[in-house]
């Protein structure tokens, strides 16, 4: 069992930058690939990075290449969106989720409850 929380979410100016926390509970969070979505009113969730337990490979949607960073700390049992550049249409609730298998494609298990990130035009 895996708990997961987001934090790092809030109100940010187009251009800027945010860094959002996804703080894991149990012990074995290094072997859970993990992977940021988002969620955009009247929107279904979309995928926006992934972060391998196996070799640490990382994957992105091509909306965010080279702007959004994700990276995690297993002493920390936690994992990070650096984002920047942050466009409007980037406002969406953000969750973070974990999943046992090494594939970012694998279906995931754990859920976190989401940070809320608005971009002002």
């Known amino acids: 069992q895996v708990q997961l929380v987001e934090s790092g979410g809030g109100l940010v100016q187009a251009g800027g930058s945010l860094r959002l926390s996804c703080a894991a509970s149990?012990?074995?969070?290094?072997?859970?690939?993990m992977g940021w979505f988002r969620q955009a009113p009247g929107k279904e969730r979309e995928f926006v990075a992934a972060?391998?337990?196996?070799?640490?490979?990382?994957y992105y949607s091509d909306s965010v290449k080279g702007r959004f960073t994700i990276s995690r700390d297993n002493a920390k049992n936690t994992v990070y969106l650096q984002m920047s550049r942050l466009k409007p249409e980037e406002t969406a609730v953000y969750y973070c989720?974990?999943?046992?298998?090494?594939?970012?494609?694998?279906?995931?298990?754990?859920w976190g409850q989401g940070t809320q990130v608005t971009v002002s035009s």
């Open positions: 989720a974990a999943t046992p298998s090494s594939s970012w494609k694998a279906k995931y298990d754990y």
């Open positions: 149990g012990r074995t969070f290094s072997r859970y690939t």
């Open positions: 972060i391998s337990w196996s070799d640490g490979s990382t």
